[in-house]
T-cell receptor, first 114, second 112 residues
Framework: SQTIHQWPATLVQPVGSPLSLECTVEGTSNPNLYWYRQAAGRGLQLLFY??????ISSEVPQNLSASRPQDRQFILSSKKLLLSDSGFYLCAWSSGGFANEKLFFGSGTQLSVL | DQQVKQNSPSLSVQEGRISILNCDYTNSMFDYFLWYKKYPAEGPTFLIS?????DKNEDGRFTVFLNKSAKHLSLHIVPSQPGDSAVYFC???????????FGTGTRLKVLA
C-alpha cells in the first residue's frame, strides 16, 4: 500500500532563518506531488506541484521554493523565513498520468515563524 | 481569484439529523470534485468524489450532489454523528491540469 511521510510535525523558526521540509511517498512510482499551506483560519492554498523529477510548477509568488530531486521526494525550502510564512504545511500525492484521481495528504508540519 | 468557494464558514447540526455542506465553483473546466474531512493538526482525509458526468454519488452516510448548470455541489451526511465534527473542504480539478483547488472550508459541529 502507498504511504506518505512528512516531517517534522512541528517547527519553530526565527525570522530570517532557512527552511527545509521534506516529504516522501512509498509504494508507488511517478506520483504527482503537491505542497499546500493552510494559514490560520484559511483554506488550503496550493503552493507547488510536480508531475516529474525536476518539474516544478509554482502557483503563488512567494518566499518559498520547491524541489523534486528524486521520483518520490518533494522538498519545500526557503532561504529566509518571513512572519507570513507561518502556517500548516501539507504534502500530498496523486497517481501520475491518470484523470480523476484522489489526492492523499501527509500529516502536516505546523510552522511557526517568530 | 477564489475559484472554489464555501460560503458557510461554520454549521451546527443535531446528532441524527442531516448535515448539508455547500460548495460553489466558477471555473467551467472543472470536471472532478472531491470532499475532504480535516481534524486540527492533521492532514485532510478523502471522503467522496464525483465526476462531472454524474450528478450524484453515494457512499454510506455520505452523498455528493453536483449541479453543473449552477456550478454547485453539496455534501449530505445522514445521519450526522458527533464524530463527524471537523472541517470539511471541497476541491475541484480540471482534466489534464493535475491541480486540485480547494475551498476555504466549513467547520461542522454535530451536537449530541
Amino acid at each position: 500500500s502507498q504511504t506518505i511521510h512528512q516531517w517534522p510535525a512541528t517547527l519553530v523558526q526565527p525570522v530570517g532563518s532557512p527552511l527545509s521540509l521534506e516529504c516522501t511517498v512509498e509504494g508507488t512510482s511517478n506520483p504527482n506531488l503537491y505542497w499546500y499551506r493552510q494559514a490560520a483560519g484559511r483554506g488550503l492554498q496550493l503552493l507547488f506541484y510536480s508531475v516529474g523529477i525536476g518539474q516544478i510548477s509554482s502557483e503563488v509568488p512567494q518566499n518559498l521554493s520547491a524541489s523534486r530531486p528524486q521520483d518520490r521526494q518533494f522538498i519545500l525550502s526557503s532561504k529566509k523565513l518571513l512572519l507570513s510564512d507561518s502556517g500548516f504545511y501539507l504534502c500530498a500525492w496523486s497517481s501520475g498520468g491518470f484523470a480523476n484521481e484522489k489526492l492523499f495528504f501527509g500529516s502536516g508540519t505546523q510552522l511557526s515563524v517568530l | 481569484d477564489q475559484q472554489v468557494k464555501q460560503n458557510s464558514p461554520s454549521l451546527s447540526v443535531q446528532e441524527g439529523r442531516i448535515s448539508i455542506l455547500n460548495c460553489d465553483y466558477t471555473n467551467s473546466m472543472f470536471d472532478y470534485f472531491l470532499w475532504y474531512k480535516k481534524y486540527p493538526a492533521e492532514g485532510p482525509t478523502f471522503l467522496i468524489s464525483i465526476s462531472s458526468i454524474k450528478d450524484k454519488n453515494e457512499d454510506g452516510r455520505f452523498t455528493v450532489f453536483l449541479n453543473k448548470s449552477a456550478k454547485h455541489l453539496s455534501l449530505h451526511i445522514v445521519p450526522s454523528q458527533p464524530g463527524d465534527s471537523a472541517v470539511y473542504f471541497c476541491a475541484a480539478s480540471a482534466s489534464g491540469t493535475y491541480k486540485y483547488i480547494f475551498g476555504t472550508g466549513t467547520r461542522l459541529k454535530v451536537l449530541a
